[in-house]
């Protein structure tokens, strides 16, 4: 007898939940398309998300032919996983999370500098005075500076500054200490500052 | 720690620092990729034998409906215990949120949105008093979540009350 009552409630709570969920920022109907295959809502959710992803993984790999590869991986990964998504988390940042692991596999591979993680020098670098000239502080300059960093360097700096990481997440990304995300993002930036400031 | 002027302007620019559009030809090439059947779950005959389901439990439900006495209000807390922190987590903030929106009648449908909601969070309450052990964990879910969508229509309030304060300021300034 229970049951049926409760049916009648959970079926008027799903008409709450999908007019509600918009201020949850969920893309509900096009992640439930996605799931049962339909190509136009596949469409729909890589073309929210494509151009984002696609400039994380240029910034993390640098070179436009990997980053496509990469881009279109990761789609099809997010596609065929979908199923295990579960709303613990927003779909953008789930989507990002396996763009930016498939970029890292993909650096890791070409074992470029990636040693720079034995990191030696733990404690934190003072934090240097200086200050990019202004006039030196456009995207482009940016850009440049971070491109020339060695990968870990690169890498750290993108997830904390770019991404939105914080040491902690940046840390279990990349199966680092906190301490040493610290150090790495303290490096990084004293290094763009430098090549910023022309010295 | 302070963010220095570097990182303050990747910040505030950091939309500029997206430009970069990725090839068209890029979603065909993902296309091919994906399973080409799609699962189709709302064929003519499923749409009505679930039509008939419903009315059937809409004639049931009504009927029992007049025999269940209301329930008072129950608390999370009494049903799972430790929830009770995060219950109360949640109480205090919206009420936070509550006591700054309570000079602002702004947006009569976020208002009713939030009636709704909470109509919504008394139902899942007596469903959580109701329903058998193993389903409790989603009405917990539910109701969490319930909670967060009101925390966010509180703070879409707040927001407006604000940009109206600001405006308000401006035109009042010289």
């Known amino acids: 007898m229970q049951p049926s009552f409760q049916f009648l409630c959970l079926y008027k709570r799903e008409i709450h939940l999908t007019s509600l969920l918009k201020y949850l920022d969920t893309h509900l109907e096009i992640i439930e398309g996605c799931k049962q295959g339909n190509r136009q809502a596949q469409s729909e959710l890589y073309h929210l998300y494509s151009q984002a992803m696609y400039n994380i993984c240029l910034r993390m790999v640098k070179n436009p032919s990997d980053a496509e590869d990469l881009l279109q991986n990761s789609f099809v990964d997010v596609f065929t996983k979908l199923h295990s998504f579960k709303q613990e988390s927003s779909i953008g940042a789930w989507i990002k999370r396996v763009v930016i692991n498939n970029c890292i596999n993909f650096l890791k591979k070409r074992r470029l500098q990636f040693e720079e993680f034995q990191d030696h020098y733990t404690h934190t670098l003072a934090e240097t005075i200086e200050e990019v000239p202004d006039i030196s502080l456009n995207v482009n300059n940016i850009n440049l500076a971070v491109q020339s960093l060695p990968d870990g360097y690169r890498v750290v700096f993108t997830l904390y500054l770019f991404e939105g990481y914080d040491h902690r997440e940046i840390a279990e990304i990349l199966n680092i200490s906190e301490a040493t995300s610290k150090s790495q993002y303290s490096r990084a930036k004293k290094k763009i500052k430098t090549l910023m400031n022309g010295t | ?174």
């Open chain 2, 1 to 174: 720690m302070k963010k220095d002027n570097l990182e303050q302007f990747v910040q505030t620019n950091r939309a500029q620092f997206d430009q970069v559009v990725p090839d068209a030809a890029i979603w065909s090439k993902i296309e091919q990729q994906l399973p080409k059947k799609e699962i189709k779950t709302f064929t003519i005959r499923r749409v009505l034998s679930m039509a008939a389901s419903v009315l059937l439990l809409v004639g049931i439900g009504i009927a029992i409906g007049f025999q269940i006495a209301p329930k008072t209000e129950v608390a999370l807390a009494t049903i799972a215990p430790e929830y009770a922190e995060v219950e109360q987590y949640y109480i205090n903030k919206v009420n936070y949120k509550l006591a700054q929106v309570a000079n602002y009648h702004g947006d009569p449908s976020l208002e009713k949105d939030l009636d709704e909601l909470d109509d919504w969070l008394l139902q899942l309450q007596k469903d959580l008093q109701e329903v058998p052990a193993g389903k409790k964990q989603e009405i917990i879910n539910a109701i969490i979540n319930n909670y967060k969508t009101k925390l966010r229509i509180l703070e879409t309030l707040i927001e407006h009350s604000r940009e109206l304060n600001e405006q308000s300021e401006e035109n009042t300034s010289i």
